[in-house]
């Protein structure tokens, strides 16, 4: 099945900082979301983006489809970003079925 | 909207006990998933159902669990007997296929928190 990388694993930064997290996935795909999932657990969408950028505050995402990559841009972090970041995608041959990637772990420290 | 709508939050159950997890999609939303979520494995889809049909088991982990959509508005995952390695997370999700600029955008809930003993 397609496989979803994402880098890097741990990022510590402090409030003010940017970051750039990314998502690599093994085969073309219909479907690639954002989540950010919060220290309580709670899984929120934050994009949805097959291809293209989109900008949402201080967040936006860029997927080049072609080259089979996404990536999650944060400006001005602030302590409540933190939490795990995760990217899914759905496979082009394997519709509805949305796969996730590993996460990426941020802690955002005043 | 209230969101999906999952039961219980959290369970602490006996080793060999049944355990039903239960969900309530968004209305309207055609499809609906069962995630679990470990340390060690992330998150795993587990099952999907699309209008109440179960489309893909694979990645349910054994005979012990099951899983039912008997209507739009309601479905059930259940390990029956449990064991301690069953203890994660449970998430389950809803979607429903909308405008090509959100695209089948899925919606998580709060998850069940489940710890076998």
């Known amino acids: 099945g397609i496989q979803v990388e994402q880098s890097p694993p741990d990022l510590i930064l402090q409030e003010g900082a940017n970051s750039t997290l990314r998502c690599n996935f093994s085969d073309s795909v219909n479907n690639l979301q954002w989540f950010h999932q919060n220290p309580w657990g709670q899984l929120i969408n934050l994009f949805y983006i097959p291809s293209g950028t989109k900008q949402n505050g201080r967040l936006s995402a860029t997927t080049v489809a072609t080259e089979r990559y996404s990536l999650l841009y944060i400006s001005s972090s602030q302590t409540t970003d933190s939490g795990v970041y995760f990217c899914?995608?759905?496979?082009?041959?394997?519709?509805?079925?949305?796969?996730f990637g590993t996460g990426t772990r941020l802690q955002v420290f005043p | 909207d209230a969101g999906v709508i999952q039961s219980p939050r959290h369970e602490v159950t006996e080793m060999g006990q049944e355990v039903t997890l239960r969900c309530k999609p968004i209305?309207?939303?055609?499809?609906l998933f069962w995630y679990r979520q470990t340390m060690m494995r992330g998150l795993e889809l587990l099952i999907y159902f699309n209008n109440n049909v179960p489309i893909d088991d694979s990645g349910m982990p054994e005979d012990r669990f099951s899983a039912k959509m008997p209507n739009a508005s309601f479905s059930t995952l259940k390990i029956q007997p449990s064991e301690p390695r069953d203890s994660a997370v449970y998430f389950c999700?809803?979607?429903?296929?909308?405008?090509?600029?959100?695209?089948?955008?899925?919606?998580f809930g709060e998850g069940s928190w489940l710890t076998v003993v």
């Open positions: 899914a995608v759905e496979a082009a041959y394997n519709t509805d079925k949305l796969i």
């Open positions: 999700a809803s979607s429903f296929p909308s405008q090509k600029s959100s695209g089948n955008t899925i919606y």
């Open positions: 209305s309207g939303h055609n499809s």
